[in-house]
Each structure stands twice: as structure tokens, then as C-alpha cells.
């Protein structure tokens, strides 16, 4: 059981927008930053998002962070083939003295 | 650019020690910006954080795994290391090492390092 919690799966069609949502509690989203990090099938997770809504150089604009009490959310606009992924949230929780992840949202562009 | 590349053993026996390094190029593992960090994934599971450690020996680490967990770094050879001990095969899992940005209240991992699966049975 994730200390953050995202639904297992979203799907959308391609050119259409998705929201993938991170709940967590005051101790870890409500007073720290979220990050946003995209896992292709067989490869290494790649930071989208961090600190909130920022994107790292590379990371196109169509991919967008944001965060509201203690809940973050990820946006996808424009949805390619090529976006078909596992994406994951995750902070750092106060009370814990940890960094914690979300369970995972697979990505599925039908 | 920045890269990291993991290696160790793809093998362990139970109740041995699970040893693995990250080997950083295209930087300095003394950087006073960053720790760095190992995350483990079990197979068709999450992420999981390990702890991560700063280039001056600070480490912070999984208060599930503290117990067993060992990290150090090595600036002669940029490299950082992890070691798990009386490992299960609860401890089967891909594990990645990455740049940790980390305040304490704001923390992100980038780049991650390709890696390394490690399967715990005799």
C-alpha cells in the first residue's frame, strides 16, 4: 500500500487530454513539492515534473504539473502512441523521514 | 551531459549481501547540490526509495530498510555504493541509482542510471 495514491490506470485517445491525480496528506504533498517522473515499457523512470509544475529542458510543454492542498496532478495534452507509460508521483514525507512514490498510473492511449 | 551506470552482481544468495556501485560521468560526484540517491523496483511493482547519500558521507535512509542498509561514496572514483544485507526474495527487484535534488522539503531524482536487476535465490 503507496503512501501516495493514483489511480492504476487512465485511458484516452490520441490528440485528447488526460489527468493522472496523486493524493497524499499534510505530511508529504500538502507541505513539500511533487514530482512527476514518466517509465517507458523496459526503461528507466525520466523526470517530467518537478518541484510542483516546473519541466526540466527537453520535457515538452504539453505535459504539465500542478498541486492543490494535498493532491498533485499530472496533465497530458495532445496524447501520442509514444506516451503509453507507467507514471509516478512522489515527495518527501515530513513524518516518515522519507522519499514516498505513488502506486503507479498506466497510461494507456487507445 | 550527465550519466550514471549501475553494476553489480545479477545473482544473490539469501541472507548474503547485496552489493552494488553507480559509476558518475560526465560530472563530480563532489557536487554541493546534489545526494545520490538508489530506488529499487520489484518486478511488475512501484518504486521504492532506498536512501540516498551526500558526497560528504550524510545519508538518509528508508526507515523500512535503515536496518540493513549501507551507503558511501567514493570521489577518487565518482562513484557511489549501496550494500543490503540478509537479503530475501523480498529484495528481487531493478535497482536504479539517480541524482537526488534534495532540501527537505523539495526533491526530485535526475538522471537515473539504466538498471540493474538483482535476483535474491540460491
Known amino acids: 500500500q503507496s503512501v501516495l495514491t493514483q489511480p492504476p490506470s487512465v485511458s484516452a485517445a490520441p490528440g485528447q487530454k488526460v489527468t493522472i491525480s496523486c493524493s497524499g496528506s499534510?505530511?508529504?504533498?500538502?507541505?513539500?513539492?511533487v514530482s512527476w517522473y514518466q517509465q517507458l515499457p523496459g526503461t528507466a523512470p525520466k523526470l517530467l515534473i518537478y518541484?510542483?509544475?516546473k519541466r526540466p529542458s527537453g520535457i515538452p510543454d504539453r505535459f504539465s504539473g500542478s498541486k492543490s492542498g494535498t493532491s498533485g496532478s499530472l496533465g497530458i495534452t495532445g496524447l501520442q502512441t509514444g506516451d503509453e507509460a507507467d507514471y509516478y508521483c512522489?515527495?518527501?514525507?515530513?513524518?516518515?523521514?522519507?522519499?514516498?512514490f505513488g502506486g503507479g498510473t498506466k497510461l494507456t492511449v487507445l | 551531459q550527465l550519466q550514471l551506470q549501475g553494476s553489480g552482481p545479477g545473482l544473490v544468495k539469501p541472507s548474503e549481501t547485496l552489493s552494488l556501485t553507480c559509476t558518475v560521468t560526465?560530472?563530480?560526484?563532489?557536487?554541493?547540490?546534489?545526494?545520490w540517491g538508489w530506488i529499487r523496483q520489484p518486478p511488475g511493482k512501484g518504486l521504492e526509495w532506498i536512501g540516498s547519500?551526500?558526497?560528504?558521507?550524510?545519508?538518509y535512509y528508508n526507515p523500512s530498510l535503515k536496518s540493513r542498509v549501507t551507503m558511501s561514496v567514493d570521489m577518487s572514483k565518482n562513484y557511489f555504493s549501496l550494500k543490503l544485507t540478509s537479503v530475501t526474495a523480498a529484495d528481487t527487484a531493478v535497482y536504479f541509482c539517480?541524482?537526488?535534488?534534495?532540501?527537505?522539503?523539495?526533491?526530485?531524482?535526475?538522471?537515473w542510471g539504466q538498471g540493474t536487476l538483482v535476483t535474491v535465490s540460491s
Open positions: 539517480a541524482r537526488h535534488k534534495f532540501s527537505g522539503w523539495y526533491d526530485w531524482f535526475d538522471p
Open positions: 560526465g560530472g563530480s560526484i563532489s557536487s554541493s547540490d546534489y545526494y
Open positions: 547519500v551526500y558526497y560528504g558521507g550524510n545519508t
Open positions: 499534510s505530511s508529504n504533498i500538502g507541505n513539500n513539492f
Open positions: 518541484d510542483n509544475n
Open positions: 512522489g515527495t518527501w514525507d515530513s513524518s516518515l523521514s522519507a522519499v514516498v
